[in-house]
């Protein structure tokens, strides 16, 4: 924890406001009843903090900073690269990016500048050493929150200039070495594409090429290790005075950068969170969704991570953007916390009064002040924090369940031209995690580049490249005892995305020969039957062969592949691999992975059965505390064995509980 204690704020802007005192007046003490103990400052101030380039004006930030200290509220300070201001992009229109179709950017929206552009790399060194020498040692700031939501630029994150072409092909070259490396790297005679000088290289662009999975597959590794290189440019200039930790917010599932890799550059993680609440009746995929993010966030670095941003009540960048309902706020600020979050952070305090996000939630909107249910349920949740912070405090998740989750196969599965053309990695990864998260049974997210020991299960979904050295990572797992599950359109490729040849990276381990992939039409039905009970088989069907000591739990009851394996298992060493043939539903799912958790002593903290909608999870350290959740309209009532203590209440639990609606209750066991 940050300060020892659970962080309870979020975005506050009182630039906005410079010219109400009675409303900054206003803030303070609203802060105060609301239990806010933590706000981000500075994150798009940069026209306020230099309105003229190298005129400083600090005197408003210190005096802000200066008045949330003596109230005993703790700053996290933004560097504001995130948004540039009028005068930046006018006066060296170069810093702008340049989209995919070679168009420069015009002023304005946010991130709309060239990570790679020596001008914007020397002008924010220059505020950010200013704001490090001014507040670094700040006894009322704790940490750094560097730029905004990297790559978040409504649309393509990366830019293409030629400045950043220049710099692509360098880092080609200290990849490949040679063109003769990266012309087979990329199988470039295919289509007579092969390069015979550096220069001949570009960017994957729309009207150019676009089509070389190689290609496409090392410019979104680039664009990761660019921007990597943009916010270690902005850490060493705000180290300059100071030694305080840093972080980055990052956002949900997302796509354009590798957060495995960006991570490495951070002390700790964090991220805005948005789940789309009240869709529909069924919170549950909502609910899937949301953990599995906080899952990720705190696998990336296996510890507490922050929830710096989520919404009190709606955001207004959806084509319907509901109000969360009672109840909603506090149950989904305790899932970040269940799930590893040591804080509950708004974007904002105050609603804007004007421009894009004046309809966004906060705490505090255009009229009413306190008076507002989005009010007092925050305070509520304050409140709840503070009573939490003794259970917590050094405690984070330890799941003995991993699900392989990998940026670089995102990118190449979806780019990949068959079997399908449209692939859901998330999707697919997200239906495998709710089986899990259904039983309350933890799961960590690990990339291909990270360690498999201490994991009794580790499940690899839609596995389609491997990185190198990561066939013999799982192989020594299996062979000291794991339990390894993967499935169809899996180690199909390298990680320069050539497809494997003669056999499959693992063939020893999972015991199957891969020989075609079927990618039926729906009027060509299929199904299984597993354990008595038949089940259909989605739209994606490999065929495959079993080796001699590999047994067949399931096969395909129809079309010319009938008979033919689509569950498998295979002993290796001390280990089992097991193997998916088939896209197969959450039906089936839920009974094969019940099986499994069995074989590999998963259970939830409970040791209850749960129904439809609640959910388990546990944070090891400190007290144990378990966070038990309802995500239904309806109140349940739980068996847990053994005896327990409700954090909030000190009620005594002995053989049962209820749990209301969309409520949360923290558990010790006594």
Known sequence: MIGEKLLHGGDYNPEQWLESQDILEEDIRLMKQAHINCVTLGVFSWSMLEPEEGAYDFQWLKDIIDRLYREGICVILATPSGAMPHWLSQKYPEVMQVHADGKRNLPGKRHNFCYTSPVMREKIRQLDEKLSECFGSHPAVVLWHISNEFGGNFGDSSCHCELCQKEFREWLKKRYGTLDALNHAWWNRFWSH???DWDQIHSPMPHGEALSHGLNLDWKRFVTERMMDFCSHEIQAVRTHSSLPVTANFMDFFKGLDYGKFQECLNLVSWDSYPFWHSSRDQVPEAVRAAANHSLMRSLKKQPFLLMESTPSCVNWKAHNPLKRPGMHMLSSMQAVAHGSDSVQYFQWRKSRGAFEKFHGAVLDHKNGADTRTYREVSEVGERLER????????????????????????????????RLEWDYVGEILKHYQVFWEAGVEVDFVHMGQELDGYALVLAPLNYLYRQGYAEKVRQYTAKGGIYVTTYFSGIVDDTDLCFLRHHPLEDVLGIVQEEIDAPGEEYENSISYQGTEYPVGGIREVIHPKEDTKVLAVYKEDFYAGMPVVTAHPYKEGTAWYLAAEMDLKFLRQWYKELCVQAELYNALGAELPYGVTVTQRQGGEDPVFVMNFSEKPVILMPQGEWEDVDTKERIFDRFTLEAYSCRVLKKK
């Open 194 to 196: 092969v390069y015979t």
């Open 388 to 419: 939490l912070t003794n259970a917590v405090e050094g405690s984070v998740n330890r799941p003995r369940a991993a699900i392989v989750f990998d940026w670089e196969n995102w990118w190449a599965l979806e780019d990949s031209a068959g079997p």
